[in-house]
Each structure stands twice: as structure tokens, then as C-alpha cells.
């Protein structure tokens, strides 16, 4: 059974860093590509960044660029998103998601609650 456990979230003030973490189990990475998605409050679910089986694939909401960076450790199962210089805007539950690339299909995280304070 797949599952995907975020951590990491917690108050941050505006300019300060974090680092996010997804702890994934029942799968192996290797044929898994992962994502960051998150959610402010009243608002859709927006992808934020996301990493391809190869480690040199990596894509970036035009938002998060340059401040946020994505990677992943195959050997601890884990996937990270270091945030730097983090906003107001950055405010809201992030989602790990990976996607079996044999299948297609998604699974998500629960989320942890990034908070930015002025």
C-alpha cells in the first residue's frame, strides 16, 4: 500500500526557509515521478514544483522559481522542497503526490500547513 507522509510545515516568517519533506512507502521511486502541490484557504489546489524519475528533470511554478528547489533521495524514499525567502503567498497546506509512471495513477500525502507570517 502506498503512502505518502509530509512533513515539515510550520510558521515561518516572510524571508525565512524550510524544508519540506515526503516520506514515501510501498513503492519504489525508481518508476515514480513526485510533485508539490499546494492549497491556500478559498482557493484551487496549484502545483508548485515537480521532479521526474531522473534527478535532472525538474519543473517550477513561475511563482516559486528561483526560491524553491526540489529534489529527491531514492536510497531514504524521500522527496524534498527546500523553500527560501519564503512569501505571504507561499501560505497553505502542501501536497506530495507521486505518479506511478506504469500506470499513470496518483497518490497523494495528507499535507502539512505552511504558514507565512509578516
Known amino acids: 500500500q502506498v503512502q505518502l507522509v509530509e512533513t515539515g510545515g510550520r510558521l515561518v516568517q516572510a524571508g525565512g526557509s524550510l524544508r519540506l519533506s515526503c516520506a514515501a512507502s510501498?513503492?519504489?521511486?525508481?518508476?515514480?515521478?513526485f510533485g508539490w502541490f499546494r492549497q491556500a484557504p478559498g482557493m484551487e489546489r496549484e502545483g508548485v514544483s515537480c521532479?521526474?524519475?531522473?534527478?535532472?528533470?525538474?519543473n517550477y511554478a513561475d511563482s516559486v522559481k528561483g526560491r524553491f528547489t526540489i529534489s529527491r533521495d531514492n536510497a531514504k524514499n524521500t522527496v524534498y522542497l527546500q523553500m527560501n525567502n519564503v512569501n505571504l503567498e507561499d501560505t497553505g497546506v502542501y501536497f506530495c503526490?507521486?505518479?506511478?509512471?506504469?500506470?499513470?495513477?496518483?497518490?497523494w500525502g495528507q499535507g502539512t500547513q505552511v504558514t507565512v507570517s509578516s
Open positions: 510501498g513503492l519504489t521511486l525508481d518508476y515514480y515521478a
Open positions: 521532479i521526474s524519475r531522473s534527478v535532472g528533470s525538474t
Open positions: 503526490v507521486a505518479k506511478d509512471l506504469r500506470t499513470n495513477r496518483d497518490f
